[in-house]
């Protein structure tokens, strides 16, 4: 049987569900999520196998509208850049919200794009009544084709979509089609900085998820206890009370839920000591 391969991009505005509809095709999490932009910083690519042949999947951050700080501005470079080295584009939006100026200027850039596109309507499950607002988007399948309706959240109908998928890449050799573990672009390190920062987003103010940083400093199994040392940085004293919270209950609440997760994930005792600093430059340094 002929196999098919190569990298399709997920692409669509904030909060519209890449992130978890990637965690699903490959059925582990592998991409962080949060109800907040700003989410998903870097492009996180994923290989992914089956009988068909292989995908390398890269979910990109939501594209914003007018950004003015550095970190969305750093954001904002990153999906062009990945839709430029795209076979087939994942064009996803969220029927449940209003089309607005993100959305347009997400269309304006995929228009430019030469890659194959499948126009995938998410959040079925939400877009209830007056919340369905699929007809603001029907226009756009005299461009990209009939649409895919899913959920990502609930998995449904993620088999066809993978279908269409496989259909429209093209052929190629792929020699071992073990799925085996997904192999994802972050290293270890990487990994648990992300997780830990998912663990923040949730737990923190509206404002704040645009001023901290995570940095993972130690990783290292010992005795059959993965110990990690990590710091979240905040871009000022005031952001940094904020995250360590009244007698410290954010930070352990922040600690306490990556620890767990991390357990879960690593099958092991995790051991994790997490420190707040201010560092009003580590966008430069991280993003950059």
């Known amino acids: 049987m002929k196999t098919k391969t190569g990298k399709v991009v997920i692409a669509g505005r904030p909060n519209v569900g890449k ?20 989410t998903t910083r870097k492009s996180v690519r994923v290989e992914y196998k089956d009988k068909r042949g292989m995908i390398v999947f890269s979910d990109t951050p939501g594209l914003m509208g007018k950004v003015d700080d550095l970190v969305g501005k750093r954001i904002n470079t990153e999906v062009p850049k990945e839709l430029a080295t795209a076979d087939l584009v994942l064009y996803m939006i969220d029927i449940s919200r209003k089309r607005g100026d993100e959305e347009n200027k997400l269309i304006g850039i995929l228009r430019k794009i030469k890659a194959p596109k499948i126009l995938v ?35 449904t109908h993620l088999k066809t979509l993978l279908g269409r998928v496989f259909d429209e890449l093209p052929e190629g050799e792929v020699k071992n089609l073990d799925p085996g573990i997904p192999i994802i672009s972050q290293n270890a390190k990487q990994f648990v900085a992300e997780l830990i920062r998912e663990k923040a987003f949730l737990n923190l103010r509206q404002e704040l998820p645009y001023t901290i940083g995570v940095e ?5 199994d010992r005795k059959g206890v993965l110990v990690i040392k990590a710091t979240i940085l905040a871009v000022s004293d005031k952001y940094k009370s904020m995250v360590i919270g009244k007698k410290g209950v954010k930070i352990r609440q922040i600690g306490y839920e990556a620890r767990k997760e991390l357990e879960l994930l690593r099958n092991k005792k995790v051991y994790l000591e997490l420190k707040v600093e201010t560092d009003k430059h580590w966008p430069e340094r991280m993003l950059l």
Do not use: C, H
């Open 19 to 38: 992130s978890t509809l990637l965690n699903a095709l490959v059925d582990q999490k592998v991409s962080i999520t949060s109800p907040r932009p700003q």
């Open 121 to 155: 309507y998410n959040k079925i499950d939400l877009a209830k009544g007056k919340k369905n607002l699929i007809a603001q988007y029907q226009f756009l399948e005299e461009e990209f084709g009939e649409g895919v309706m899913i959920s990502a959240k609930l998995r």
């Open 216 to 220: 993972v400093q130690e990783m290292e």
